[in-house]
């Protein structure tokens, strides 16, 4: 498999843009090689410039649900770019959107929709502190939130991969007020209470996906919901990643827990750039023009990502059992996997929420960054390289959850499965 024309393009491109990407985590830094630069995708397949054909467990890191180029969200691009790219006035598409996604989160009266998941974290945070009126917030090391200044500490994949958590060119007046807890250990969590009085907020992707897949407990999630009511603090569940991909109706429906704001982003743009925040009418109305605390976006609620958004929405509300049907299939993957390195002698931890898949080479359960981080790098990296090499494309860093669109049918997951086995007989034969 010749990657010739990817690794020319790599050099081109390292000179004029840094590291030769747009987001770091696309550089396979962490597992070496060049990244692939890709022309096509059409289903479960992509494309590169050499052209190489690899089954997707990417899916552009999550937006994709139903696979590369799905018809029903092409279709409504198509229809959408007719009427014009953008006009930053309101348009009937966002408030069919808006409806939409209410419709998904009990916890949801009023939705804001911005253009990235980092926009909509950040917002988030800001309206959190406008309604309680207090500076603090706690976050879990781990857990990423999007690259905004006051959340860049300890913030699991792109910022792990690099070994460098806490960014340069983040004061350290800007994260004065971000405290650290450790995922899944409430004490720690208490500790936080214990030092300060003014929380606003504790943010958490409930079922983290930035240090490896690594689901919140329910009980500590309860326990959290227990400890903000107590203090006046809100709890915002960060659901960028899981929201449409680990259930259909939030993290509230698989846990019970019920946080104030949600935050959401990746699948709700189908492919496009969105993102956006949501809770409960007394929350929502602080938020300008309604209210007093500041936001706002020239593009937000682009009409054209608008309509890729509904499109994707619509269908999964047509089929909402299409997430039990993938969490199925996403079982299948990693057990097989799992069964695979059983028979070199090499332990893997697995886990599976809806269409995310995680998987760790490790001795011991995953239940938090540092259990993640006593991972095998080494060996994560021969195995990505390995499977690149027979045509199937898994995220590049050990920090990552894997992907499962509709496009993979049960075949690709059994070729996978052979193809890991083979992959992990030649690593441990050295
Ligand atoms: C991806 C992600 C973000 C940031 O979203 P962008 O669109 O990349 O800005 C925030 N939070 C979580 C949980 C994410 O997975």
Same mark, same amino acid.
Request: hydrophobic residues 40%.
């Given at each position: 498999m010749s990657r010739d024309a990817s690794i020319k393009a790599f050099?081109?491109?390292?000179s004029l843009i840094p590291g030769g990407v747009n987001s770091p985590v696309r550089a396979f830094k962490s597992v070496g090689g060049t990244p692939l630069f890709i022309t096509e995708g059409e289903g479960a397949y992509l494309t590169d410039i050499d052209g190489n054909?690899?089954?997707?467990?990417?899916?552009?890191?999550?937006?994709?649900?139903?696979?590369?180029?799905? @018809?029903?969200?092409?279709?409504?691009?198509?229809?959408?770019?007719?009427?014009?790219? *953008?006009?930053?006035?309101p348009t009937l598409a966002e408030t069919e959107l808006a409806k939409l996604v209410i419709s998904f989160f009990d916890s949801m009266d009023k939705v804001r929709f911005v253009s990235s998941g980092t926009?909509?974290?950040?917002?988030?945070?800001?309206?959190?502190?406008?309604?309680? /009126?207090?500076?603090?917030?706690?976050?879990?090391?781990?857990?990423?939130? !999007?690259?905004?200044?006051?959340?860049?500490?300890?913030?699991?994949?792109?910022?792990?991969?690099?070994? #460098?958590?806490?960014?340069?060119?983040?004061?350290?007046?800007?994260?004065k007020h971000t405290l650290l807890a450790e995922y899944n250990n409430i004490e720690s969590v208490k500790k936080c209470f214990n030092? *300060?009085?003014?929380?606003?907020?504790?943010?958490?992707?409930?079922?983290?996906? #930035?240090?490896?897949?690594?689901?919140?407990?329910?009980?500590?999630?309860?326990?959290?919901?227990?400890?903000?009511?107590? #203090? &006046?603090?809100?709890?915002?569940?960060?659901?960028?990643?899981?929201?449409?991909?680990?259930?259909?109706?939030?993290? @509230?429906?698989?846990?019970?827990?019920?946080?104030?704001?949600?935050?959401?982003?990746?699948?709700? !743009?189908?492919?496009?750039?969105?993102?956006?925040? /949501?809770?409960?009418?007394?929350?929502?109305?602080?938020?300008?023009?309604?209210?007093?605390?500041?936001?706002? !976006?020239?593009?937000? /609620?682009n009409p054209v990502a608008m309509a890729a958004g509904f499109a994707a929405l619509t269908k999964l509300k047509q089929n909402a059992r299409v997430i039990s049907v993938l969490e199925e299939r996403a079982k299948r993957l990693v057990e097989g996997m799992q069964e695979a390195a059983s028979a070199c002698g090499i332990t893997m931890q697995i886990d599976v929420r809806g269409s995310m898949f995680g998987f760790f080479f490790n001795e011991k359960p995953v239940k938090n960054f540092a259990d993640a981080c006593n991972s095998d790098a080494e060996l994560f990296a021969k195995f990505h390289s &390995?499977?690149?090499? @027979?045509?199937?494309?898994?995220?590049?860093?050990?920090?990552?959850?894997?992907?499962?669109?509709?496009?993979?049918?049960?075949?690709?997951? @059994?070729?996978?499965?052979?193809?890991?086995?083979?992959v992990l007989k030649e690593i441990s034969n050295g």
């Open positions: 050099e081109e491109a390292q054909k690899y089954i997707d467990f990417v899916q552009s890191w999550g937006p994709l649900l139903f696979g590369h180029r799905d @018809e029903t969200i092409e279709k409504a691009v198509i229809e959408a770019v007719k009427h014009g790219l *953008s006009f930053g006035a926009e909509a974290v950040m917002s988030a945070i800001r309206l959190a502190r406008g309604f309680t /009126g207090r500076d603090d917030i706690v976050k879990f090391t781990g857990c990423y939130h !999007g690259h905004s200044d006051s959340l860049l500490v300890q913030a699991g994949s792109g910022a792990a991969t690099f070994g #460098n958590p806490s960014s340069p060119g983040v004061p350290a007046d800007f994260t030092d *300060s009085q003014t929380i606003a907020c504790v943010i958490i992707e409930p079922i983290a996906g #930035n240090m490896g897949l690594v689901p919140a407990d329910k009980e500590f999630l309860h326990a959290l919901r227990e400890l903000c009511d107590a #203090n &006046g603090t809100l709890l915002i569940f960060d659901e960028v990643m899981s929201g449409f991909r680990a259930s259909v109706n939030g993290a @509230e429906s698989l846990t019970g827990v019920k946080p104030d704001i949600v935050t959401l982003g990746k699948v709700i !743009g189908g492919g496009m750039p969105v993102g956006a925040f /949501g809770a409960r009418a007394e929350i929502m109305s602080k938020l300008s023009p309604e209210g007093p605390v500041y936001q706002a !976006g020239t593009l937000s /609620g &390995g499977m690149l090499n @027979e045509g199937f494309y898994f995220a590049c860093s050990l920090y990552e959850t894997g992907f499962i669109s509709t496009a993979i049918t049960d075949e690709m997951i @059994e070729e996978t499965i052979k193809a890991s086995a083979k």
